[in-house]
RNA sequence: GGACCUGUGGUGCAGCUUGGAGUGCACGCCGGCCUGUCAAGCCGGAGGUCGCGGGUUCAAAUCCCGUCAGGUCCGCCA
């Protein structure tokens, strides 16, 4: 989508803002366009920039609408031969008001105009591939081969501009913060658990590899150990991992860590440097962040990173049905959802619900409607048979569902059930919400650990150096499931923005993490013995977060895609349509490797 | 690894269900006209391997199979 018409895009900059940005002139112009006003009539400017449009008007009259970055100027010149859309010019012109009746008032620059113009044409340019117009939709991939036109356009002069100036809001917060901003190796080595990495085979050490950082996580907590105190910087992560709409092998955040201090310390750091952000991008005030446990995200919405802009929650059923005889609902837990809009739940819509909540993981979803009949409200549904008319009276009365409402219902164990639901929900409410609000707050109490791995070792959520809530630290043995950490998500938006944690400093402590997480003595000394050396050395207390600032920006900007806030971005395959990245090396790169290829690979055949 | 959607002059679409000559719309491009236009207008013109390969058929943009590319999602992403 490249639509630039949306009320989200035109909230986020407004035309004044914009002209509060025009750096002053330098070079071969002196004005920028929207340093043009009314108040410049009679002056002499010279303007650089691109023809917008030629509009010919007979022999005598020509409108050429120039166009920097700052906005577009209509120039009027004699019959000129020669000027096509594209072309790079500098023009030299008096500012002059227009005659009566022929203002543009969707122009910024409409009252005025430009005469008596001096053309000078810097470089000619063939007809372009695809419109340049926001108004104009083109496929995404025209638009990524031709990148370097596509960031011609509006919207992404834009989105770019924005993401520097939530940069910029960033790295003022963090120094008003006493953050120090150090640079940590690309080249590196693996870190532990964690997303797929990629690999830089060594040349002067054939055989051995570097690894590029998925996030700089020890390198920052080495840095507290040598006493840096509040560190940060803004970090090129890489992962290999498959892309989506919200994710590219690499990817940018606001990393930070810090001594001393504590979760809620952490939180107002970063709380601070969002709200610098959204004053310097949005011009507002952001409230203060709130906070949600997980515990209470996941139950009421289903979700640990939940979109709270629709109001629509989930319910818990599990007491009407905890001796039911419906059989599939016969489950730890059973969670409904009142679905907005039933009026567009086909029948045909709900049998994709089905198959959606199939594709999720779960056994299926069950759907009533509820109806009006004889005797008051109740239900219809390819189930409704099995169900009791306490069963039904009481889903009715705990739903709130009045006629024509539809209630979807899924019955699974407690994860897995509100995952599903939560999930339904989103897919059936996001295209509800307000695109201007900005929803953000913590999620805490993370549990410690999820799950367990195929040799029946627990994982863990966060990192294995995430410090315990100390007052759970006696369950560790007992019962680690319920372990809470010290560890805090950022939502926007539905949204997880980045997370952080208190890390363990202890040695004690840190070697109860990795028993029940069954890692030995040796493997830890073996994956990530420097750090624990370190610890041996005075560690001090510390923790960090991490966000990523494609995701912020995106969001600000109103796109649905990182890839609109990204110079360069990469498609689902990995692929740079640009240069055609990924390329097969001469073989000679590749022997100085010590590496030798795979003969053919599937793609290249 | 899997599911679904999309692929038609330079761009964006329609045509596909129900096979019948590359048929249509809008933008752009080229030429002409036009002295106040600004999504300019009017007239004329050029521009196509219907992503690619195979199959069915007298006949395929259209139906079937495969494949490639792009997108959305599941898995994956501490």
């Given amino acids: 989508m490249c639509g630039a018409l949306s009320s989200t895009k035109e909230v986020t900059m407004s035309a004044s803002q914009l002209r509060d940005l025009v750096p002053p002139a330098r070079g071969l112009r002196s004005h920028y366009v929207a340093a043009i006003t009314e108040e410049s009539i009679g002056q002499e400017v010279t303007i650089c920039g691109w023809i917008n449009k030629v509009r010919e008007q007979g022999k005598q009259l020509i409108f050429l609408d120039v166009r920097d970055h700052t906005g577009v100027i209509q120039c009027v010149l004699p019959h000129q031969e020669g000027l096509r859309t594209e072309f790079v010019v500098a023009i030299k012109a008096e500012v002059a008001q227009r005659p009566d009746g022929t203002e543009n008032e969707n122009l910024a620059s409409g009252r005025v105009e ?51 100036r939530v940069n910029a809001a960033i790295r003022r917060s963090m120094d008003q913060q006493g953050f120090v901003e150090v640079e940590t190796p690309l080249l590196w080595t693996p870190t532990p658990e964690g997303a797929r990495e990629f690999v830089v085979p060594s040349r002067l050490q054939t055989g051995q590899a570097y690894v590029l950082p998925q996030s700089p996580q020890i390198a920052k907590q080495l840095l507290m150990v040598g006493g840096i105190d509040r ?40 709380s601070h440097a969002m709200a610098s952000v959204v004053e310097d991008v949005r011009g507002i005030n952001l409230p203060e962040v709130g906070e949600i446990t997980w515990r209470d995200a996941m139950d009421r919405f289903g979700s640990d990173k939940p979109e709270r802009r629709f109001t629509t ?15 599939a609902l016969s489950a730890p837990t059973v969670k409904a959802l009142v679905a907005p809009e039933p009026e567009k739940l086909s029948r045909s819509r709900l ?23 004889e005797t008051g409200l109740s239900v219809e549904s390819p ?38 639901l939560g999930q339904i929900r989103l897919d059936l409410g996001r295209h509800l919400v307000d695109g201007a609000v900005l929803d953000f707050f913590w999620v805490v109490d993370f549990p410690l650990f999820e799950g367990h791995d195929e040799h029946g070792n627990l994982l863990s959520a966060h990192h294995p150096f995430t410090m315990p809530n100390l007052e759970d630290i006696e369950l560790l043995e007992s019962d680690p499931l319920s372990v809470r950490s010290q560890s805090y998500d950022l939502v926007l938006n539905g949204w997880e923005l980045g997370s952080g944690s208190i890390r363990i400093h202890r040695r004690d402590i840190q070697e109860k993490i990795f028993r029940v997480l069954g890692i030995s003595e040796e493997d830890a000394q073996d994956r990530f013995g420097f750090l624990l050396n370190a610890f041996r050395f005075g560690a001090p207390p510390h923790g960090g977060f991490a966000f990523g600032i494609d995701r912020l920006t995106s969001i600000l900007a109103g796109e649905d895609t990182i890839r609109e806030v990204i110079a360069f971005p990469k498609t689902q395959s ?32």
Avoid at 359 to 364: M, N, S
Avoid at 385 to 392: C, G, V
């Fill in 351 to 373: 049998d994709q619900l089905i198959d959606r909540a199939k594709e999720l993981g779960g056994k299926g979803l069950l759907w009533l409607k509820v109806i009006r009949n």
């Fill in 313 to 327: 929650e989930l319910i818990d059923l599990s007491k009407i049905f905890a001796s039911t005889s419906v059989r």
């Fill in 114 to 164: 430009l005469r008596n113009c001096t053309v000078e044409v810097l470089n000619a340019a063939e007809p372009l591939p695809f419109p340049l117009s926001d108004r104009l939709e083109v496929d995404e991939s025209t638009r990524l081969r031709y990148r370097y036109l596509d960031i011609r356009r509006a919207s992404m002069q834009r989105n770019l501009r924005i993401r520097s």
């Fill in 231 to 270: 560190y940060y910087q803004i970090a090129r992560c890489l992962r290999d991992e498959d892309l989506r709409a919200d994710r590219q092998f690499e990817f940018t955040q606001l990393d930070l860590e810090a001594s001393f201090v504590g979760q809620e310390d952490i939180m107002n750091f970063i």
């Fill in 383 to 420: 189930v409704a048979k099995f169900f009791s008319e306490s069963e039904i009276s009481e889903v009715l009365s705990a739903t709130q569902a009045t006629e024509g409402d539809i209630v979807l219902i899924v019955a699974d164990e407690w994860e897995q059930a509100v995952k599903i």
């Fill in 574 to 605: 990995g692929a740079d349509l640009m240069t055609g990245a990924p390329k097969p090396l001469p073989p000679t790169t590749w022997s100085q490797l010590g590496l030798t290829p795979r003969p053919q690979s599937p793609r290249s055949s």
